[in-house]
């Protein structure tokens, strides 16, 4: 397998994040008139507030992007905080291969370090 690392994304990977959004929307047979998401949007509800509505993620393999993970965090009136993954994807040649659970390990100890009672994923 290739050298798979996974990185807190930044301004710059918005053109990187909306286009893996696009592929995913591919992926699950859906019309790319369905995402109503911009660059803008991305910008504003996750980077340019100090309350993110979101939190995301970049795979890399070798430094080139790969994939993409966004997530944000919920709350229960039973548990207290929570970690719910919106989205995980990888791109095809890279499946099969460790990326996505490697992915989901890694989110897994977001959610321990920031005391998360819970990391929920629903799957279609």
């Known amino acids: 397998m290739e050298d798979i690392t996974i990185r807190k994304s930044t301004k710059a990977?918005?053109?990187t994040l909306l286009t893996f959004i696009k592929e995913l929307?591919?992926?699950e047979q859906?019309?790319?008139s369905s995402i109503k998401m911009t660059e803008e949007t991305l910008l504003r509800d996750g980077f340019e507030t100090n309350n993110p509505l979101f939190y995301?993620?970049?795979i890399e393999a070798n430094n080139t992007p790969?994939?993409?993970a966004l997530y944000f965090y919920n709350y229960s009136t039973w548990e207290g905080k929570g970690l719910y993954l919106e989205d995980l994807?990888?791109?095809e040649k890279y499946r099969n291969q460790g990326v996505g659970t490697k992915t989901l390990k890694y989110i897994a100890n977001?959610?321990?370090n920031d005391n998360c009672s819970r990391f929920?994923?629903?799957v279609i």
């Open 66 to 68: 790969i994939g993409f």
């Open 25 to 27: 929307a591919e992926f």
């Open 56 to 58: 995301s993620l970049i």
């Open 120 to 122: 929920q994923w629903q």
């Open 110 to 112: 977001i959610a321990i």
């Open 89 to 91: 994807y990888v791109q």
């Open 13 to 15: 990977d918005i053109k």
């Open 30 to 32: 859906e019309p790319l």
